[in-house]
């Protein structure tokens, strides 16, 4: 075997064996085009709308140019442009580019004219041909909505007003990948837009999580059809039924569980966060036939209760006379109550992780669309074309995520990283990814 370009010694001769036998290759810097030539047949299967005599532009080429802007710091459509520009020639060894480089509003007509299912699809199935699957102790899956606030629009002399682009999101913990995305109409919310998508799923062996909001029987009827659990919260939304499980879980109850009742467990955890200790409780039972309304919630069999109480040092004023110091430190204490049910038998292991992980979708998903990728800054008005960018950023930031332990750095830091060079920088990451 000959012997690697330096940028590779790190590598062993067996990892380099493995992805040159998996993508076909002699070279190992050849890994960066391989990947990108199969995922430009991937794409291949869009299908396309435009007259055929009258396309200037390869739909495939537009959304891989789109795709690798996204890893390279570009957060809207000049950026994207400007990327192209600059990386045109090295471009153009594995892509057509028929017609050249396209304007930054043709990049956001094509992207416009994708079904958003299609691409999710075919972008998700790629990232899975190029990773491991985790191995999480439980598998979740979590939904939430996004609100896109830059789409938004106020009514003007020459325009309506215009309802900023909402989305209910779907994260898999054992991919790390946002694996559903859907637009939620103008005229309604994430209540009946979850029934409609868990309807569509299969979701055999995992447990489904979601906020309050959509805590409705139906939502629940549709896990269970799906073949899915739930571990759902309790707020008061559901008044009656929220004030009966406060009622159940007194200070008595909490002592009774602590103490080891037959029909519950408890468990805590703690940690430290910035200049607070947080303490976690968590109370579960399947004590739940005192409840009248029981089986208006199909498939539950437990209940439970997470306490959580945060206590943290803060400066208050001294109010003592002739004190030396303005401020002294005083220890303050907040607990919080959250209330839960469940489709799963009583486990408490079980229980705390789908408590806590539900909010994965929001810390590794929401959060770095809006801070990574800026996409609250994005004022495109074009809903579908803002839809389709939305699912793009999903599956580069899934990628980047699984990179991160690599590079040591936050998200930002390494998209920043690889704008910086990005033709060299990019194998690196591709064959980080192959091999972890």
Known sequence: MAKPPKKYSNLSKEEIKFIKNKLGITKIQDIDTAILKELKESLKELKDSRNK???????????????????????????????????YSWLKSFLQMTGGIPKASSYERIISLIDN??????????????????????????????????????????????????????????????????????KTN?????????????????????????????????VINAGGDYIIPIKENQKNFYNDLKLYFDQEKCDEIIAGNSKSVYYTESEKSHSSYIKYEYFQTSDIDWYSNINDWEGIHSIGLVRKTITKKVKVKNERKNAKKNTIEKITSTVEYRYYISSKQVNIK??????????????????????????????????????????????VLAILSRAKPKYKLSLKGIRKHLSNNFQEFLPELFCYLMLN
């Open 53 to 87: 005599n009258m396309i200037s532009f390869k739909m495939w080429d537009v959304i891989i140019c789109v795709i690798l802007a996204s890893f390279s710091d570009c957060n809207d459509w000049e950026d994207i442009h400007t990327f192209v520009v600059d990386n």
């Open 117 to 186: 299912n299609e691409l999710n699809k075919i972008l998700f199935d790629f990232f899975k041909s190029i990773t491991r699957k985790l191995n999480p102790e439980i598998k979740l899956r979590n939904f939430d909505g996004r609100v896109n606030n830059g789409s938004r629009r106020n009514s003007t002399i020459s325009n309506d007003s215009s309802k900023p682009l909402n989305c209910l999101n779907c994260y898999a913990n054992e991919y790390g990948y946002c694996i559903e995305t859907v637009p939620i109409d103008e």
């Open 190 to 222: 994430e209540i009946p837009t979850i029934e409609t998508l868990i309807n569509g799923m299969d979701l055999t062996g995992v447990i489904a999580t979601w906020d309050a909001l959509n805590t409705q029987t139906k939502n629940v009827s549709a």
């Open 350 to 395: 079980e229980f705390s992780i789908a408590t806590r992980q539900h909010w994965a979708i929001e810390n590794k998903i929401h959060w770095h669309l809006d801070f990574t990728f800026r996409q609250d800054n994005n004022t495109t008005t074009n809903k579908k074309a803002l839809l389709n960018l939305e699912i793009i950023h999903k599956f």
